[in-house]
């Protein structure tokens, strides 16, 4: 005689596949589109080539905005890293009513729509003249990826003995050079798949990027938003699977040091 079928867990498998087609089929659709040879889009493509590529890699104007998004996403990753690990041990060591409001704090990033957040951070920005310029990108981006580096970081540091500090600084050790030499190198791997969660988020920003570029700096994605709205061409898929395929390495490389951690 067969089990009885628990149709919650097939409707919740239904629904599992069903999200990962969602998010999947995009990504079938826009590679082979960077392949195409024509200057539209299309889809089955017509032809192969790697012109698109060609000339993305050989464009001064998207090298321009690609450097830009590395360099504002690498200071994001090591600001995100060092504010978010502080706020981590403050938090998850700390006692008292302010820890609750300060979580509150720190995850607000993610509950508060990016349009609502990007507006007030360029109506804040241009009155203290950061708009536009790298420090604003970087304060910006910061403030969106400081969640994902809490919540990286908190996973390690809450198993974390704090008797193992109090056993350093009961040797003689400061409170900060426990910190550096018991606690931080437990956390280490977490922390820097932190930072990579904080690089590829400021990477790939559209939103607060869009309202805070100028005419001078103008990140990846508000380029390619503006590619997309004068000259729509294979390049931009082209783009696209680049940015997946940088994605998936970072994520990869997270998963990675997270595996340090637990083994």
């Known amino acids: 005689m067969r089990p009885p079928v628990d149709k919650g867990s097939l409707a919740l498998s239904g629904y599992v596949y069903a999200v990962l087609a969602f998010i999947v089929i995009p990504l079938v659709i826009v590679i ?13 493509p017509a032809g192969f080539t790697l012109k698109w590529y060609v000339e993305y890699f050989s464009s001064r104007q998207w090298w321009n905005a ?16 060092v504010i978010g690990t502080a706020a981590t041990y403050a938090m998850v060591r700390g006692r008292g009513r302010l ?22 951070l360029y109506l804040f920005f241009q009155t203290i003249g950061l708009s536009g310029t790298i420090p604003g990108f970087v304060l910006a981006h910061t403030v969106l990826a400081l969640p994902f580096v809490v919540f990286t970081t908190a996973a390690a540091l809450a198993k ?3 008797n193992l500090e109090a056993a350093a600084m009961s040797c003689g050790a400061s409170r900060f050079s426990a910190f550096r030499l018991v606690t931080l190198p437990l956390i280490l ?25 100028g005419v001078r700096y103008k990140t990846l994605p508000r380029r390619m938003f503006e590619d997309i709205e004068q000259n729509l061409t294979p390049i931009i898929p082209a783009i696209a699977t680049l940015l ?8 990869l490389g997270a998963h990675l040091m997270r595996s340090r951690t637990k083994n």
Do not use: K
């Open 99 to 120: 820890a609750t409001l300060f979580q509150i704090l720190l995850i607000g990033p993610i509950i508060v729509p990016h349009i609502a957040l990007a507006v007030g």
């Open 32 to 44: 082979p589109m960077s392949f195409g040879r024509n200057d539209y889009l299309e889809f089955p």
């Open 189 to 213: 791997p977490n922390v820097v798949s932190g930072a990579l969660f904080a690089f590829i988020i400021s990477f790939d920003e559209p939103v607060v990027s869009f309202f805070l570029s």
């Open 160 to 162: 974390v003995d704090a």
């Open 244 to 251: 997946i395929v940088l994605s998936i390495a970072i994520l």
């Open 66 to 81: 690609t450097w830009l998004s590395i360099e504002v996403a690498f200071l994001t990753a090591i600001c995100a890293s």
